[in-house]
């Protein structure tokens, strides 16, 4: 490895050498709240490197990208584990969550997420996912007096390992088919001129099969409920859009180069697309408990993302781009909601535990409406400008009976939001006496809701931004 090599990669050594130096900080200065707040000034020291510095080279030793696309990424993950890490902070003194290990597992994961979404081969796809999968089986099951934690942790492991052996299988076929594990050359096993092609499109189809364990598409979404009710608030949050984001940036890096062989894979996308929209929906419906509910209307929002990448085009990578920054403000507020109303002893999941406190405590109230809202795609947020261009795109791209379900599907997730809406302005005697919530956290659900708001009222720039940096 060279030096420009070296300064390439600084953002991401920020995060795993500030990741070591904080673990072994934390062995002999055990103070929770302190380095949780040292490990959020690290990852937002690599936030704001990975957004001013140009590195000297596009790509590192052919297995990682660093150009301005890798960038933009490893800037959203850094600052999704800054936020993390400031949620964590309460919560995690009132739970004796270790400082040290908890905060190094956080700015691990992070530079795992980055090392995924730049990924330039097979290699580094597959070191960059189970970095970060290996942290989240921990962190899940981080709360040791928790047992739902420790049966979600163990879930997330089980489908992990299967996931990770499908995905191992699958570059196992791409590399005999082509001879090597950079992307570009990889994608030539597709061309029909190609003697070993029925083995490539075996190969790439576990591949995406392993990433649709990864981000909850139906039917390998099975885990993701009881996960997301079993892990604690900010860890849920981190799982529900750092990893999910990042499997869905390689993704387009991986579909973008696809000069052949994308007709053949399209129609597996479309089935997994259509029965996560539809799947998803379904059960989020039936759902009291609001972890559950994100997690099914995850699994919803995942689908929305696989439309975009179906439409290709720059239209269609646009609109995925932004609804992935947009998915991280929003998603991230919901939960940080959850973490900021929790006590020492239990979080507020369950409808009933919300009734009433749009009056008792109105600002957060606010702050979970707009999350809600924007999910559900009600302007003006972040959430329907989102869905706004993904359905252009996908009406575009010719493919109108996708568009038209995915059109359906957010119309019915509107009931599905609302519901929590409703009962949080419900009868003002019946509001449970929650935690009354720290300045910090405070400040993160107040910089979500902006985001999700100001997204939604001025996204131009966002979008201009992503357009020149797509591949």
Not at 61 to 85: E, I, N
Not at 322 to 349: C, H
Not at 370 to 380: C, N, W
């Amino acid at each position: 490895m060279t030096w420009n090599d070296l300064v390439a990669l600084t953002p991401i050594l920020i995060l795993a050498l500030g990741s070591v130096a904080i673990l072994m900080l934390g062995a002999w200065w055990p103070k929770r709240r302190e380095l949780m707040a040292l490990g959020s000034v690290t990852a937002l020291a690599a936030a704001l490197t990975a957004a001013v510095m140009t590195p000297p080279v596009e790509e590192i030793r052919g297995m990682f990208g660093a150009g301005p696309y890798a960038r933009f990424f490893t800037t959203l993950w850094a600052l999704t584990a800054a936020l993390t890490l400031v949620l964590s902070g309460r919560y995690g003194a009132e739970r004796r969550f270790s400082g040290g290990e908890y905060t190094a597992l956080v700015l691990f994961a992070a530079a795992g997420m980055a090392l995924l979404s730049g990924a330039t081969s097979l290699v580094g796809l597959f070191l960059g996912l189970e970095a970060f999968t290996l942290v989240l089986y921990i962190l899940i099951a981080f709360h040791r007096e928790d047992d739902a934690g420790a049966e979600a942790g163990l879930k997330y492991l089980v489908m992990g390992a299967v996931a990770t052996g499908f995905l191992a299988f699958g570059i196992a076929l791409i590399f005999t088919s082509t001879g090597t594990f950079h992307l570009p050359e990889a994608l030539s096993g597709l061309d029909p001129a190609s003697g070993m092609r029925p083995v490539a499109l075996l190969g790439w189809a576990m591949l995406i099969l392993a990433l649709g364990f990864k981000v909850s598409l139906v039917p390998f979404h099975l885990w993701t409920p009881d996960v997301y009710q079993g892990a604690p608030a900010p860890v849920a949050g981190l799982l529900a859009t750092g990893s999910k984001g990042a499997v869905f940036a390689v993704l387009l890096s991986l579909t973008a180069g696809l000069a052949v062989g994308w007709d053949d894979l399209r129609p597996l996308l479309w089935v997994l697309c259509v029965l996560s929209l539809l799947v998803g929906t379904l059960c989020a419906l039936r759902q009291d408990n609001l972890k559950r509910m994100l997690a099914y209307s995850s699994v919803v929002h995942m689908g929305y993302v696989l439309m975009a990448l179906i439409a290709a085009g720059a239209a269609g990578h646009t609109a995925l781009v932004f609804y992935l920054t947009a998915y991280v403000a929003m998603n991230l507020g919901a939960f940080g909601v959850i973490a900021s109303f929790s006590t020492a002893t239990r979080e507020p999941q369950e409808l009933e535990d919300l009734r009433g406190l749009g009056y008792r405590h109105p600002l957060r109230s606010a702050a979970l409406a707009i999350f809600l809202f924007s999910l559900a795609g009600v302007p003006p947020s972040a959430g329907f400008i989102g869905k706004f261009a993904i359905f252009v795109a996908t009406l575009d791209a010719g493919f109108v009976a996708l568009a038209v379900l995915g059109v359906l599907a957010s119309l019915v997730s509107v009931y599905y939001y609302l519901r929590v809406v409703v009962v949080l302005y419900m009868s003002v005697e019946d509001a449970p006496s929650l935690h009354p919530g720290t300045r910090e956290e405070g400040a993160v659900l107040a910089l979500c809701a902006l985001a999700t708001l100001g997204l939604g009222i001025l996204p131009a720039p966002l979008l201009d931004l992503i357009g020149r940096l797509i591949p």
